[in-house]
């Protein structure tokens, strides 16, 4: 029996601004639709910590025994430099100011994009479609809104008339704006737009002859809107009804908003069931922005080198840092949190190593199946990882008190506890266990036992100078010594 059909999911809708109960459209499966990056500069922790939060969320689902086809897109053209429908082309601009093809723009972000989230242990999605290859399915939606009566096509261009639309839908509905607010609150058109509102968004651009990237359609040579790829896209590979849309909080409003609109006139009806949106990264209390320098790449994190971090730090510590947040909450990225995630990470996975030399018992002291639930409660309430991680060190204590004979379990309760631990660290979470998948590990952990053997004499003969120089070299190349009771361990940081 899938384990979905005694795990009963609430998520939070966006769109209701509650937590629901999640009933799949078709039983056993799901679709599940999220945005992707803008490939025209290397991939931000910001987008990271997005993409994370549904790797974590397809990971769950297909744990429980889901079928899920995940989609998440790639957009390599029509993304204007704002939402006003005004500027170049983010990809063309970047192309030009390094005098090179647009695609080439894409090949390298993308490139960028896959390994920097490999890097992560991120599942990758079922299709990863992009907008340049959906140029004849864009053209034809706009062709349906165009016959519906919601939109209208001006000196080449096609834009989308929201207040034509609002006569009989609710825009704003997902991200609760009144469209007459939206009007009151929007500066006169300045003559030079072919827009009849400002709240008109381009379904169609016509391209200037300077522009590069541009596709034969019915109304000019051009190039799709920014809003109407993820329309395309989405109800392509999931149906014109599906599951669920995911997307970081600044998708919201106008993107989310706009691709409601955009399907409920083509298609005449709202295309998704639950909206989901994480929430933002910041640094030290601060917007992320690189003209404060108030930022950190992926790769600077693993590196160590900005000056924001005071050492390098494995994918999987970074991982587990985020993840300790909710993913609808804002996260505040610090050295300090990282240093404590590495330290908790570190305790997580030595208490694992530990689990294959457990001695059972004929009784059990810990309720066990209670604890395996709580796992599953805090998953089950809307993606609670920080929950779920707190149960995780709590089966850590377990361990360790098995460990030296405080507390005894079975060996089916040692068995349920390997299992859902295993299930919820790698499966659940995607970390890895870089003790146990480093390469010549055992090679690794005779040199140290010679240095902690070393280290012991030296203390003995309290030389503790030559002790503490011991000590502090492993820690420079990632190797901390953890004194207990029982001797001396090593753990990878």
């Not at 549904?54 to 957009?75: A, E, S």
């Not at 599942?123 to 809104?145: D, Y």
Request: hydrophobic share 35%; glycine share 6%; proline share 3%.
């Amino acid at each position: 029996m899938p384990l979905y059909q005694h795990n009963q999911i609430k998520i939070y809708n966006s769109l209701s601004g509650q937590k629901e109960t999640f009933t799949p459209i078709n039983q056993g499966y799901i679709g599940m639709y999220v945005c992707g990056p803008t490939v025209y500069s290397n991939v931000h922790l910001g987008n990271v910590r997005t993409f994370m939060s549904f790797d974590v969320i397809f990971r769950y689902l297909k744990h429980l025994g889901y079928k899920v086809r995940y989609v998440r897109n790639i957009t390599d053209a029509g993304h204007l430099e704002n939402d006003a429908d005004e500027g170049e082309d983010r990809i063309a601009k970047k192309a030009r100011l390094e005098l090179i093809e647009p695609m080439e723009v894409v090949q390298r972000y993308t490139v960028d994009f896959h390994n920097i989230l490999n890097t992560f242990n991120f599942l990758p999605p079922s299709i990863e479609p992009t907008a340049t290859g959906h140029i004849i399915e864009q053209i034809e939606l706009i062709k349906t809104i165009l016959e519906n009566g919601f939109a209208y096509e001006i000196n080449g261009s096609v834009y989308f008339d929201v207040h034509k639309f609002n006569e009989t839908h609710d825009y704003g509905k997902l991200s609760k704006r009144k469209l007459e607010d939206l009007v009151h609150n929007t500066r006169e058109l300045d003559g030079q737009s072919d827009k009849k509102n400002p709240q008109d968004f381009a379904l169609w651009k016509k391209a200037e002859p300077q522009h590069i990237m541009r596709w034969p359609s019915p109304w000019s040579d051009g190039f799709p809107g920014w809003h109407l790829e993820c329309t395309a896209m989405s109800t392509k590979y999931l149906g014109k009804h599906f599951d669920i849309h995911g997307g970081g909080m600044d998708m919201k409003f106008p993107h989310h908003e706009c691709e409601i609109a955009q399907n409920e006139a083509a298609k005449g009806q709202t295309p998704v069931n639950y909206w989901m949106h994480a929430n933002m990264l910041i640094m030290n209390g601060k917007k992320m922005a690189k003209s404060t320098g108030n930022f950190i790449l992926p790769d600077e994190i693993f590196s160590g080198d900005n000056s924001n971090i005071t050492k390098a730090f494995s994918p999987s510590v970074a991982r587990f840092f985020m993840l300790q947040a909710h993913y609808r909450s804002i996260l505040d990225f610090t050295n300090d949190g990282l240093l404590s995630s590495e330290k908790g990470f570190n305790r997580l996975m030595d208490a694992i190593n530990l689990l294959d030399d457990l001695k059972s018992s004929d009784t059990s002291s810990i309720d066990i199946n209670s604890w395996k639930q709580s796992c599953y409660d805090a998953m089950n309430d809307d993606f609670n990882t920080p929950i779920l991680i707190a149960n995780l060190f709590e089966a850590a204590k377990y361990i360790n008190q098995v460990k030296d004979g405080s507390e005894t379990l079975t060996a089916e309760d040692l068995s349920t506890l390997k299992n859902t631990l295993n299930a919820f660290v790698f499966d659940v979470l995607g970390l890895e266990n870089m003790t146990k998948t480093e390469s010549g590990t055992d090679k690794l952990s005779g040199v140290v036992s010679v240095l902690i053997k070393l280290r012991q004499e030296a203390r003995a003969n309290k030389d503790f100078a030559l002790s503490d120089k011991i000590r502090d070299e492993l820690a420079t190349v990632g190797i901390q010594l953890n004194d207990g009771k029982e001797g001396t361990t090593f753990s990878l940081s």
